[in-house]
């Protein structure tokens, strides 16, 4: 069972441009919502995450945009650059539950071309 | 990788024989977790552990064992390797279950 659904599954961009990743949750408990970048050979790592009692948080060029009653979030680079291209996974839980596990989408592969 | 070494980082292996893939962590956090990763199906949880021996299923846990003796070490036991089971593997730590979750570099394993 799916609970978090990415799209799209891969995305270019020219340089400068803003890329966005779509995520949407069934769980209507979950209340953080982590997006992780992956690049080829390595593990996942933390990119921003964010909690449902806010609709917007920016890290630098990375927002998260949330929508409680749509359930959905999404995750925007602006002025993206080749150095972002990487494997985007959105992901969902609920904190202080059975070891805060982690429930994933799909991915999105980036690619932005110089 | 925050202090998590996994081993080995490759691995070929054939059907029926059994793999153990280890994680071991330097940071004495309390949870730790084995993921793998597939095309398609982004990162499903295998099992976690939030303790020494204390361990718990995944969405995916059917064919696969961990155990947990000691803080530092988690261990993913494939019992008889199937090509269903051929995969990166990630296993990732955590302090609290507020904390950031980190990963360690993965394990490419191909069952032939």
């Known amino acids: 069972q799916q609970q978090v659904k990415q799209s799209p599954q891969s995305l270019i961009v020219q340089k400068g441009g803003i890329p966005i990743i779509n995520c949407a949750y069934e769980?209507?408990?979950?209340?953080?919502f982590p997006w992780y970048q992956q690049f080829p050979g390595k593990g996942p790592a933390l990119l921003i995450a964010?909690?449902?009692?806010?609709s917007e948080k920016k890290e630098g060029r990375f927002t998260i945009s949330f929508n409680k009653s749509a359930k959905q979030f999404s995750l925007h680079i602006m002025d993206s650059q080749p150095g972002d291209s990487a494997t985007y996974f959105c992901?969902?839980?609920?904190?202080?539950?059975?070891?805060?596990?982690?429930?994933f989408g799909e991915g999105t592969q980036l690619t932005v071309n110089p | 990788d925050a202090g998590i070494t996994q081993s080995p980082r490759h691995k070929v292996t054939e059907t029926g024989t059994p793999v153990t893939l280890r994680c071991h962590q330097t940071?004495?956090?309390?949870?730790m977790y084995w993921y793998r990763q597939d095309p398609g199906h982004g990162l499903r949880l295998i099992h976690y552990?939030?303790?020494?021996?204390?361990?718990d299923k995944g969405e995916v846990s059917d064919g696969y064992s961990v155990s947990r003796s000691k803080t530092e070490d988690f261990l993913l036991t494939l019992e008889s390797a199937t090509s269903s089971q051929t995969s990166v593997y990630f296993c990732?730590?955590?302090?609290?279950?507020?904390?950031?979750?980190?990963f360690g570099s993965g394990t490419q394993l191909s069952v032939l």
């Open positions: 990732a730590i955590r302090g609290s279950i507020n904390e950031k979750l980190f």
């Open positions: 769980n209507t408990a979950f209340d953080y």
């Open positions: 964010i909690r449902p009692d806010v």
């Open positions: 992901a969902a839980t609920l904190l202080e539950t059975s070891g805060s596990r982690l429930t």
């Open positions: 940071e004495n956090h309390r949870y």
């Open positions: 552990s939030y303790g020494v021996k204390d361990t």
